[in-house]
């Protein structure tokens, strides 16, 4: 029996994303295992105008413009801080987005209702980002 609660998303969906970046021929950003492209339909679900040979499950429900801004944001090499009200997705969304672009979604930052935006944006050790992304 595993010691994990719940699966986190890029071992739940390995298959999926493996397929994914198997069939994935789109331009890449620099460290993204799938494109913006197939990381936008990882995410929010195929459609049957996308061609593909099999379904792909929408697993985040909401704005979908939301999504494609998150994306771009995080594609033009930008931080991505998301902010709302609790029970609103946005911890599901940053796994999903973890997961389909590194395959590594156990380092996103999170904080709570009494995190302040000011402590997450200024408490960075810049010198280790720059170094270590």
């Known amino acids: 029996m595993s010691d994990l609660l719940r699966a986190p998303a890029e071992i739940k969906y390995a298959e999926e994303l493996d397929w994914l970046e198997s069939i994935d021929d789109n331009p890449k950003p620099f460290s993204w295992r799938l494109s913006p492209k197939m990381v936008r339909l990882f995410i929010l679900g195929s459609e049957r105008a ?10 985040w429900f909401g704005d979908r413009s939301f999504v494609e801004r998150s994306i771009v944001t995080l594609a033009s090499d930008r931080g991505l801080l998301l902010i709302g009200d609790p029970g609103t997705g946005k911890s599901w969304l940053a796994e999903l987005l973890s997961a389909a672009i590194s395959r590594n979604s156990t380092q996103v930052v999170q904080g709570t209702a009494g995190t302040t935006e000011d402590q997450i944006k200024y408490s960075w050790n810049v010198s280790m980002v720059i170094a270590k992304g």
Not at 50 to 59: A, E, F, I, W
């Open 50 to 59: 996308d061609g593909l040979d099999r379904d792909v499950t929408q697993k």
